[in-house]
């Protein structure tokens, strides 16, 4: 019973996740494309689940295997383009389709064999591969129900194995292009830095195909004599397909931190951290606006007041809000300044220790000279003076999340090399040093 119940958690992962989507995703822009995913995902561990049952009837088995002809070559294709919606809008043509013809003809070829075999010889078949294993196919070598066996159990293994080895070469690529490496996955769990969701959504697949590879040498005889390995199995597909569901839900986010992720529910605060979390709130959504919205942000800002500390004082915004406001440019995220906001402000560049100009230059490809002058363009201010208020900025809000923080670390974590040099930018660009402003602070 426990080994059937282990044996469906990624089906119920799947579902689990298909409905969270469907209630809170559709408006995103690769919602139809995830749909499809997931709803191949389910058939696919269903058929599974069913496959790795000790219970599971012959017929049955007949019946879903046929089923699998349409799902299982289909579940590679639908990732990828569900990873390609993810990057931007595509014009699909209908070459990019031809997939579809694969299992397509192994389910029509399937059925016209199952139609010619009959039903009762395929549940006799079955229930011998079932107790006696591989084994048993050559006693009916020449008969027209090993030709059954070789389209539905042979050729879609090989069919499968050739879609892994492509999708193997397609992340790799997308990874050396984006230049995914472990040590931004371990900066993203261990020290609070930013990711790429894709490369989040990656890892999960990669993780998913490590096991759907494992699984096509072996067939039902073996894994029912090996439970423990075909739990394993099943745990780990399920642990990737709800990694790969919840993040998923940041898809129209380019990059993400581990503390966003903590706070999918916006309005879950009290009030103790309700500033703290609203302040966050509005610094995501300015890295993720456009500069039409950004001017509108600012118009609307210009005609409230800040809120008033108890002497009375407007409170001034932060830097980087501040910054953010003078954009009246039109900054497409392809374009080279908005390739620069996204660096700065969703990846946190700026938090790298002794970061240059020339540094950036590398990331987007082009001269440092040409980087400086667009900066100063748009910004009015040089690149020297937006990243230290950019770090300032990180460490006010990293200042009153650590309130317990030596000045050394917090100099570290904020991109300085020295406790003397984050006092003295600090001082420059707050006008107070950071025991003076923590004090303001206690005092609201």
Not at 189 to 211: A, C, E, N, R, Y
Not at 270 to 282: A, F, H, Q, T, Y
Not at 308 to 313: C, K
């Amino acid at each position: 019973m426990l080994h059937d119940i282990i044996g469906f958690l990624p089906f119920m992962a799947c579902l689990f996740w298909m409905i969270v989507h469907i209630l809170a995703s559709f408006r995103t822009s690769a919602f139809g494309h995830l749909l499809l995913l997931l709803i191949i995902s389910v058939l696919l561990f269903f058929i599974d689940g069913y496959y790795s049952s000790m219970n599971g009837e012959a017929e049955v088995f007949v019946w879903l295997t046929l089923l699998s002809q349409l799902v299982s070559p289909s579940i590679i294709p639908a990732s990828l383009i569900y990873l390609r919606s993810y990057k931007g809008p595509r014009v699909y043509r209908p070459v990019h389709f031809l997939w579809v013809a694969v299992p397509a003809g192994l389910f029509a070829a399937t059925g016209l064999l199952m139609t010619l075999v009959g039903q009762e010889q395929l549940v006799e078949f079955v229930s011998v591969l079932k107790s006696s294993g591989f084994e048993a196919v050559q006693n009916y070598r020449g008969q027209i129900v090993f030709s059954y066996f070789i389209w539905s159990s042979i050729l879609v293994r090989i069919v499968i194995s050739l879609e892994l080895i492509y999708m193997l070469i397609d992340l790799s690529s997308t990874c050396i292009k984006n230049r995914y490496t472990f040590s931004r996955l371990w900066a993203f769990f261990f020290k609070g830095k930013s990711i790429d969701v894709l490369q989040l959504l990656i890892t999960s697949m990669v993780f998913l195909g490590v096991v759907y590879a494992l699984r096509l040498p072996y067939f039902k005889a073996y894994l029912d004599q090996h439970t423990v390995i075909m739990s394993l199995m099943s745990v780990i597909s399920a642990l990737s397909l709800f990694f790969f569901g919840f993040y998923a839900l940041f898809a129209e986010k380019k990059a993400v931190t581990l503390r966003q992720t903590f706070t999918v529910m916006r309005f879950n605060y009290n009030r103790s951290n309700k500033d703290l979390i609203i302040g966050e709130m509005v610094e995501d959504m300015l890295g993720a606006t456009d500069s039409a919205a950004l001017r509108s942000l600012r118009e609307n800002i210009d005609r409230v007041p800040g809120p008033e500390s108890p002497s009375g004082e407007t409170a001034s915004r932060s830097p980087a809000l501040s910054i953010l406001s003078l954009m009246d440019k039109s900054l497409d995220r392809s374009s080279l300044m908005g390739q620069f906001q996204r660096l700065m402000l969703e990846e946190q560049l700026y938090l790298q220790p002794g970061l240059s100009l020339s540094d950036v230059a590398d990331r987007l490809e082009t001269n440092k000279t040409y980087i400086s002058k667009l900066v100063n363009n748009t910004y009015n201010i040089g690149f020297p003076e937006l990243l230290n208020i950019l770090r300032i900025d990180y460490a006010e809000h990293y200042i009153m999340v650590h309130k317990d923080a030596k000045q050394e670390q917090i100099a570290q974590e904020c991109g300085f090399f020295s406790a003397s040099s984050f006092n003295t930018v600090f001082k420059k660009v707050t006008g107070m040093t950071p025991k003076v402003w923590i004090a303001s602070q206690n005092k609201k």
